[in-house]
């Protein structure tokens, strides 16, 4: 029979292994572990579009975030999508190219989205200087033209 003192030491012992076998997988499975991901984010303006958003490059090339557009014609009912899917295309420093897959609502009803969106930040502010296009596919949905922002700021962030 062991003396208690040593169980304890021994289950001690166990305890403080395991804590610490959990910490170093933790530590090389973590996203955080492995530095900041490639980001692009921030909000604009461009002629009746307005947009804002996040989007993130995954460490397997994935892309995960949200994207909102709000199209606001004169005299039309304002339409608005939200974008939380989304597939590469080319992303490849500040230009983004990628598709967005989301439901758009309006005086209309409901329906779903399907988009391929083109960022690029050519610096700050963006107004003037970054571009965006986003057209749809399909017989409808929500498009911005192609050009530089009116106003607004679009941010890569390696």
């Known amino acids: 029979?062991?003396?208690?003192?040593?169980?304890?030491?021994?289950?001690?012992?166990?305890l403080s292994l395991t804590m610490a076998a959990g910490l170093a997988v933790t530590a090389f499975t973590s996203p955080a572990a492995a530095g900041p991901l490639p980001t692009l984010s921030g909000w604009g303006v461009r002629d009746y579009g307005s947009f804002m958003g996040s989007v993130s490059q995954q460490?397997?090339?994935?892309?995960?975030?949200?994207?909102?557009?709000?199209?606001?014609?004169?005299?039309?009912?304002?339409?608005?999508?939200?974008?939380l899917?989304?597939?590469?295309?080319?992303?490849?420093?500040?230009?983004?190219?990628?598709?967005?897959?989301?439901?758009?609502?309006?005086?209309?009803?409901?329906f779903a989205a399907a988009n391929?969106?083109?960022?690029?930040?050519?610096?700050?502010?963006?107004?003037?200087?970054?571009?965006?296009?986003?057209?749809?596919?399909?017989?409808?949905g929500a498009s911005i033209p192609g050009g530089y922002f009116n106003d607004g700021d679009i941010v890569y962030t390696p």
């Open 59 to 83: 460490a397997d090339g994935s892309l995960r975030g949200h994207f909102t557009i709000v199209i606001h014609k004169p005299g039309e009912d304002p339409v608005t999508c939200r974008y």
């Open 85 to 110: 899917r989304f597939r590469p295309n080319v992303v490849s420093g500040a230009s983004w190219n990628f598709d967005g897959y989301g439901t758009c609502w309006g005086s209309g009803g409901t």
């Open 1 to 14: 029979m062991l003396p208690t003192n040593t169980t304890h030491k021994t289950r001690s012992l166990v």
């Open 116 to 140: 391929r969106f083109v960022f690029v930040d050519y610096g700050s502010p963006g107004a003037g200087v970054d571009y965006v296009d986003v057209n749809y596919y399909g017989a409808v």
